[in-house]
């Protein structure tokens, strides 16, 4: 179901400024509605946007609102607005073939344009939407805060453009003070931004939490990257996300190694499945069983494994396992083998498949379900746990169900990234659980990169 908030109200919409202009402009917003207006007094959320989804759509007309980078209800939408008027499978999803179908209608009325026909497209013109709001207003509607979008684009290096907006949702039980947001985007280049990177800190607000949203594959060595997660509390990114998972996990935990603060959204999916796992063995007469462990099986949802690296990482860290080795078979389920060695020296061996599935769900890599179980047949561990939608069939037929416990896992109500983030928003510092078990993962890959 769609997030469902307030009407809006747009005390500015996008205004093109220059550079040195945009405190002074956002200051006069505010200085229009007096007390009538409550403006950023609770963080600064910086958004590296490295996809131009929500630039087309507004281009062409579906999307009115700020330019977030936070592809929320409005913008679902607005993408099924364009699905439909152009013939397409209407998902709501920025599919690849919407997106060079929105391309390809954008050099169309750029072409347009450049012969003196359609200038909206120069425009970039906004209207009030009240169709279905952006998480951001839902954010905003909590915590008044500073939004400032990085949007690099392809082609000649002209330098950055900037624009300033304020966007309010109408609050009932408050209906004399609006509480906004105010919203500060720049477009150029990635040269173009970088050269100017060294404002962007000037823009976050002094004395309050700042966040950088990395929307992009995290670099270490990447110039703006590094000036930004330097002064912000917080970098949060999405490992469900990332096109080369492995060597992009690696790069994660290079950056906790030199102290970069890191939250990954992709971690909070796990809690119903680490929460779950924990409380099995949780009675005193199952505690013991807990250490007889030593085969893990995992199937997640074809795509992305970050998800199933992580939570045997987490396994791993929490029973003291050492990984030892690891090993990758091609195939249908492009099954993953580590193996282990407890603090005993004895062996485990876990197991990571890629199950297919006839419709995937929105986070490429789910976890479908999980077994563990042991080669002790007198132990009393085996526990398999399975999402609402998976099901428990493969594990069923690997033999041995009759013994097991057999749980369900709830997964999140919501596991959108953009509602992730609103909850992430509230917290800053270190997680040594996701540090922990990260490092365990990140032991794992180093032992013997799988074949691409």
């Excluded at 087309?56 to 364009?82: K, N």
Aim: charged fraction near 20%; include cysteine; hydrophobic fraction near 40%.
């Amino acid at each position: 179901m769609p997030t469902q908030s307030a009407p809006i109200v747009s005390l500015q919409a996008p205004k093109d400024v220059s550079l040195s202009e945009i405190e002074a402009e956002l200051s006069k917003i505010w200085q229009s509605y007096g007390v009538a207006a409550t403006r950023a007094t609770t963080f600064s959320l910086v958004v590296y946007e490295p996809e131009e989804t929500q630039q087309l759509l507004a281009a062409l007309r579906f999307y009115s609102g700020p330019i977030d980078g936070i592809p929320g209800p409005r913008t679902e939408v607005a993408l099924r607005e364009a699905q439909k008027a152009y013939g397409l499978s209407v998902t709501g999803k920025a599919t690849a073939e919407t997106l060079a179908r929105l391309r390809a209608e954008f050099a169309k009325r750029l072409g347009n344009s450049a012969n003196g026909g359609d200038n909206s497209i120069n425009n970039m013109s906004y209207a009030s939407d009240t169709k279905s709001p952006a998480v951001a207003d839902a954010i905003a509607s909590r915590n008044p805060c500073r939004i400032i979008a990085l949007c690099p684009v392809a082609g000649e290096d002209e330098g950055v453009t900037a624009q300033v907006s304020a966007y309010c949702p109408i609050q009932k039980q408050s209906s004399t003070t609006l509480v906004c947001c105010e919203y500060v985007t720049l477009r150029g280049t990635v040269a173009a931004l970088e050269r100017v990177g060294g404002i962007i800190p000037a823009l976050l607000i002094g004395g309050l939490p700042k966040f950088l949203w990395w929307k992009a594959t995290p670099d270490p060595n990447h110039s703006l990257f590094k000036r930004l997660a330097v002064v912000c509390n917080s970098v949060i990114l999405d490992s469900s996300d990332f096109t080369e998972t492995e060597a992009d996990l690696l790069k994660l935990q290079e950056l906790l190694e030199m102290g970069t603060p890191i939250a990954d959204l992709n971690w909070r999916r796990l809690s119903a499945w680490q929460e779950l796992t924990a409380e099995v063995f949780d009675p005193p007469q199952r505690r013991a069983a807990l250490s007889e462990v030593d085969r893990v099986t995992i199937d997640y949802e074809k795509g992305n494994p970050a998800q199933a690296l992580m939570f045997l990482g987490w396994l791993a860290s929490r029973l003291q396992w050492h990984p030892v080795s690891y090993q990758q078979e091609d195939g249908d389920y492009n099954i993953k083998r580590i193996h282990f060695v407890t603090a005993e020296q004895r062996p485990v061996e876990a197991e990571l498949a890629r199950v297919p599935t006839a419709d995937s769900g929105e986070i490429p890599g789910d976890l479908v379900a999980l077994r563990l179980t042991s080669t002790n047949e007198s132990a009393d561990c085996c526990t398999v746990l399975c999402s609402e939608t998976g099901g428990c069939m493969r594990m069923e037929a690997g033999g041995g169900a009759q013994s097991c416990r057999f749980e369900q896992v709830t997964s999140l109500s919501d596991q959108n990234a953009e509602v992730l983030l609103s909850q992430q928003l509230q917290r800053w510092g270190p997680e040594p659980l996701y540090e922990e078990s990260l490092a365990v993962t990140a032991q794992v890959m180093r032992l013997s990169p799988p074949a691409a």
